[in-house]
């Protein structure tokens, strides 16, 4: 019996109008087929209308757009490595599964790797017990623990290093958007950083399905990261006098919320702006930033710029408020009628930002 899911998908923004977003979910498996989908006309899409000077100062730099450039590895002649292609020949023979691959050529890497599961815990349609993770038998999936499934990817990671090209020490567990899902759901997501400075969108994620690895794949993480300054060259104190200069200067009405951040983003690179294809691992590079962030008195918004570390330069400004709930109509049989519930742990992706519902499907 096949389940048959339909996903509606909005959030309201701080006027309480509806936007449609972007919605990407990695769900497979045995007898598990997904249609996920936006409807504008279900939703009207209204944005924010501008209600001060400071809406009409907002921007993003081109770069900031990023995308993928994802082919089989077949389709890539002689582009991917030698070293890297051996290692996904002995990846196949070793683990003894059908599954295929989708090479990024915008990073270099595996974006996804997906078919038949490799067994990590306890499902029914594995022999995996408890007892085989130091766990009581009768345990269901569910109930491991995050630590021995995070530490089951970092195995995988370690076993095949020229497959993933990552370094692990520079991975941490995003305790939000991993864990069990349902009963047969699972998924594990470890964020970048680099040398202990997060790289925002940068990830690396596996995802089970009845206690087998199905999917597992990396976003934005790229070789170039070795080649940025993790030292700033301006202080936090300078890049508020950018912004304040930028917009007009500060106001008594202005409160500076305590968020402020040094991190490293993803940025594309002029030939990916062009829309042209690039070689293996030259669509992306990375630049150190500060996020700062004010509200002012009266008006409506939270006001959040990102300011190049090394060179001053503003790289947006935006009004950074969302809130919203996501739920879908589920049907979990053939010929019943859909019943609405939330979309738990969903990654929901709108411009530059990234959110995770909750339990309860809200996010903000």
């Known amino acids: 019996m096949k389940k048959y899911i339909c996903i509606y998908v909005f959030f309201k923004n701080l006027l309480n109008k509806e936007e449609p977003i972007y919605l990407k979910s990695m769900l497979g498996g045995v007898g598990f087929l997904a249609f996920v989908f936006l409807s504008l006309n ?18 993003n730099k081109p770069e900031l757009w990023i995308t993928k450039q994802g082919a089989k590895v077949k389709e ?3 582009l991917v490595p030698s070293d890297f292609l051996q290692e996904w020949l002995r990846f196949l023979s070793t ?10 050529r915008i990073t270099g890497k595996p974006s996804l790797i997906s078919g038949e599961g490799i067994p990590w815990i306890p499902g029914w349609v594995n022999d995996i017990k408890g007892s085989d993770l130091g766990l009581p038998d009768g345990i269901g999936g569910k109930d491991v623990p995050l630590s021995i499934v995070s530490q089951k990817a970092i195995g995988l990671i370690n076993k095949y290093p020229k497959l993933f090209s990552i370094d692990p020490n520079f991975l941490k567990v995003n305790h939000i958007a991993s864990g069990p899902i349902s009963d047969y759901l699972y998924n594990v997501r470890f964020d970048f950083y680099y040398l202990d400075i997060p790289v925002e969108r940068a990830h690396l994620s596996f995802h089970l399905n009845n206690g087998n690895l199905v999917q597992f794949g990396q976003e934005f993480i790229c070789d170039s990261i070795y080649e940025i300054d993790p030292n700033p060259k301006i202080s936090i104190g300078d890049a508020w006098d950018i912004l304040w200069n930028y917009i007009g200067g500060k106001t008594e009405k202005d409160k500076i919320l305590e968020n402020e951040k040094l991190s490293i983003i993803p940025v594309s690179t002029d030939d990916v702006l062009k829309g042209n294809l690039v070689s293996p691992g030259n669509g992306l590079k990375y630049k150190l930033i500060y996020t700062i962030s004010f509200i002012r008195e009266g008006e409506i918004g939270t006001w959040e710029a990102k300011i190049d570390a090394h060179r ?13 709930h996501i739920q879908g109509g589920v049907c979990l049989h053939d010929n019943t009628s859909e019943v609405i519930m939330p979309f738990p742990a969903a990654k929901i992706v709108s411009g530059t930002d990234i959110f995770y519902s909750d339990s309860k499907g809200n996010f903000n």
């Open 95 to 104: 683990e003894k599964k059908n599954m295929y691959i989708f090479f990024d």
């Open 312 to 324: 001053g330069e503003i790289l947006s400004f935006i009004d950074s408020n969302y809130y919203g």
């Open 76 to 78: 890539l002649d002689n």
């Open 42 to 59: 279900l939703f009207p899409f209204t944005t924010k209308q501008p209600s001060s000077n400071l809406d009409y100062l907002t921007f």
